[in-house]
Nanobody
């Protein structure tokens, strides 16, 4: 069983950058695809980015393409989300999760599990 912990959130200004990290303390997600999702107040949780277990394939929501980049570092068992050119619309709690087996290429929330507790990102104007 994975135990995911997100970190790196904070309060920034429009145009700033942040890097979020997600670590599996039990070191079990190296063979699983992983995704980042976010949830703003009074909104549904939405897909942000995902990366295959090999790190060869990445997928992004249209709202963050060209600004966000997902990567994974196997040596320290950590997934990153590099966020550039941040906008107030990016304000949300960001969560990481593992994709379920036999769901190759999926970016659907229903195909992810083992959610972390989330980290708050606030972008001021």
């Amino acid at each position: 069983q994975a135990q995911l912990v997100e970190s790196g959130g904070g309060l920034v200004q429009t145009g700033d950058s942040l890097t979020l990290s997600c670590t599996d303390s039990r070191r079990t997600f190296s063979s699983y695809a992983m995704g980042w999702f976010r949830q703003a107040p009074e909104k549904e949780r939405e897909f942000v980015a995902a990366i295959s277990w090999t790190g060869a394939n990445a997928y992004y929501a249209d709202s963050v393409k060209g600004r966000f980049s997902i990567s994974r570092h196997y040596a320290n068992n950590t997934i990153f989300l590099q966020m550039n050119s941040l906008k107030p619309e990016d304000t949300a709690v960001y969560y990481c999760a593992l994709r379920k087996p036999m769901k190759s290429g999926s970016t659907s929330l229903d195909d992810f599990s083992s959610w972390g507790q989330g980290t708050q990102v606030t972008v001021s104007s």
